[in-house]
């Protein structure tokens, strides 16, 4: 079985892209500041699920990257509400991700509570 399976990495990649997109409308004064932030908090969401599930033959380790995963995607969270602040997105449209990144952090903690539903023995 692959990362790319697990429902909380299918539904990173998803919000990731989408962010991603977002933020091409943003001011080119934003690029090295909140652009960058969002695309790289939501992209790293990814990939420590990705290192995490690599590594689930030791229980600590991935306790420990979905957890990396969590925070990376709390931190994304606050980078909506800065979005919304700057006006750059509509208070619909941090709602909508919102609630997406929300159901994500679930299927993480669902993942570090029961880690050996994802092969760990």
């Not at 689930?56 to 995607?73: C, G, L, P, T, V």
């Not at 979005?83 to 941090?94: F, G, H, L, N, T």
Request: aromatic fraction near 12%; include cysteine; charge should be neutral.
């Amino acid at each position: 079985m692959s990362f790319k399976t697990l429902l909380a990495y299918q539904k990173g990649f998803d919000l990731a892209m989408e962010i991603f997109h977002i933020t091409k409308s943003f001011p080119k004064s934003e690029l090295f500041g909140l652009t960058s932030q969002m695309i790289r908090l939501s992209r790293a969401v990814c990939s420590n699920i990705a290192e995490g599930y690599r590594k689930r033959q030791y229980e600590k380790h991935f306790k420990s990257k979905i957890s990396d995963a969590d925070s990376e995607n709390s931190e994304t969270q606050l980078w909506l509400d800065f979005a919304i602040a700057c006006e750059y997105i509509s208070e619909e449209k941090r709602l909508e991700l919102q609630n997406k990144s929300e159901e994500i952090g679930k299927l993480l903690n669902y993942m570090i509570n029961n880690p050996e539903k994802f092969g760990l023995k």
